[in-house]
């Protein structure tokens, strides 16, 4: 089964405490990308990845980081968290559009 | 500020019903997704459209693109409770690979 899988799926933490929020898909698409879901804004795109060792900044990439070291996993990093990114994270991953999501990570920064 | 506007935003409409959600943009889209997503879960794509003018179907749901390929329309064909979710819109602009998305129009079907 075609599956993009994000874990944990809830997590709180507290401001500056480093944080992976893992990302892993089975369908050997080259392209995956990473999304913050908030209230009236919609997704918004963090990072993206066209390959192993090629990602790209999104429309809203500061304070994450990312990595691409093999092809289906592309962990998100937050190295000091802060209350404004308390938000649903999304991983999504495609062989041309952005076709596949995982199902969400749930993230609150006290 | 939104570069795609999705309208309307809430939309509660009886079972059988018909309803139209639009897309609209001042840019021109490389092109346009739309998806469904239901509470706790992440977005599923419904339909890619590519070409000015373009319309899909799928079963009731019908995807029209604009000729200039600035606004889009999803159109649903007497509603089910079923089709109750977040509908989005999502736009490739000229630099491959970039997508934005609109805020969304949350819609329920009531039986």
């Known amino acids: 089964e075609a599956q993009v899988t994000q874990n944990p799926r809830y997590l709180i933490t507290v401001t500056g405490k480093k944080l992976t929020v893992t990302c892993s898909q089975n369908?050997?698409?080259?392209?995956m990308s990473w999304y913050r879901q908030d209230p009236g804004l919609g997704l918004r795109q963090i990072y993206y990845s066209m390959n192993v060792e090629v990602t790209d900044k999104g429309d809203v990439p500061e304070g994450y980081k990312v990595s691409r070291k093999e092809k289906r996993n592309f962990p998100l990093i937050l190295e000091s968290p802060s209350p404004n990114q308390t938000s649903l994270y999304f991983c999504?991953?495609?062989?041309?559009?952005?076709?596949?999501f995982g199902a969400g990570t749930r993230l609150s920064v006290l | 500020t939104q570069l795609l506007e999705q309208s309307p935003q809430f939309l509660s409409i009886q079972e059988g019903e018909n309803l139209t959600v639009y897309c609209n943009s001042s840019?021109?889209?490389?092109?346009l997704q739309w998806y469904r997503q239901e509470p706790g879960e992440g977005p599923v794509l419904l339909v890619t459209?590519?070409?000015?003018?373009e319309v899909k179907k799928l079963k009731r749901l019908t995807f029209q693109f604009g000729d200039a390929r600035k606004d889009s329309s999803l159109h649903i064909t007497a509603a089910q409770p079923g089709d109750t979710g977040l509908y989005l819109c999502?736009?490739?602009?000229?630099?491959?690979?970039?997508?934005?998305f609109g805020s969304g129009t949350k819609l329920n079907v009531k039986p």
């Open positions: 459209v590519v070409t000015g003018g």
């Open positions: 369908m050997n698409h080259e392209y």
């Open positions: 840019s021109v889209f490389s092109s």
């Open positions: 999502a736009g490739e602009y000229g630099n491959f690979n970039k997508f934005y």
């Open positions: 999504a991953s495609s062989s041309g559009t952005v076709g596949y």
